[in-house]
Structure formats: C-alpha cells, structure tokens
C-alpha cells in the first residue's frame, strides 16, 4: 500500500492511499507543493491533478478520510464542522473523491492558518 506525506511545517500527517484512479492520478503528480486555505474545520489547498468525479463521491466525511475535491482541483481533508455542515457532520462543499487515509488523528491540523505551505511526498 502506497503511502504519502503531507508536511505542513509545524504538523506533518502521514496517509496510506487507497487502490482508485484519483489515488493513482495524485501518485503521478508528486510531489506537491501548495498554499492552504481553511474553511470551517477543513484545510484544502489546489494541486495540479484533473481528473473526474468518481462513481463513489460524496461530500459527507469521517475524519480521517483525505478527498480530492474536482471542482478545485483541490484535496480536502476535513476534521470537523465546515459552514455547511449539519449536525456534527463533516460536510465538504461538493461530492469528493475519497483517495486516502489518513494514518493518525486529522484535528491535529486544526492550528493549520491560512497561507500556510504544505508540501506531500511519497514515502514509499
């Protein structure tokens, strides 16, 4: 299992990826090095990956799973309530590709600020 790094400075959070096109797509593209942006309890940052929405995208997260939003291209990594969420769900703005996991606790991203450099590599 293919599993990646993503270093944003202060925290790095390590995820093993999953066996999808978008997985493999972002696989192909690293490394990558992005500014964040936050909305809610969610870190997203544009990367430079294309590719469409898959069969089993959803908007609706469980902390720790690691999505590629196509409408960005962005990936999205929520870790609590966004604006939009209901309840205490993690709602990301549109249907997702979820192409990863993440190996330890996502709220550990929420001191992450906006502008904040991330940069993911592969680590095997």
Known sequence: MTRIRFDFGAV????????TPTASAI???LPITSSVLTWGEEVYFEVPVRT?????????????EIAYWPDGPAIAIGFGRTPISKGGETRLAAPCNVFAQAASDVKALAGIAAGTRVT???LD
Request: charged share 25%; net charge negative.
């Open 27 to 29: 696989t192909a593209a």
């Open 52 to 64: 469409e929405r898959e069969q089993g995208a959803r908007a609706i997260v469980t902390p720790g």
């Open 12 to 19: 790095s959070l390590d995820a093993s990826l999953l066996d």
């Open 120 to 122: 993911v590599t592969r």
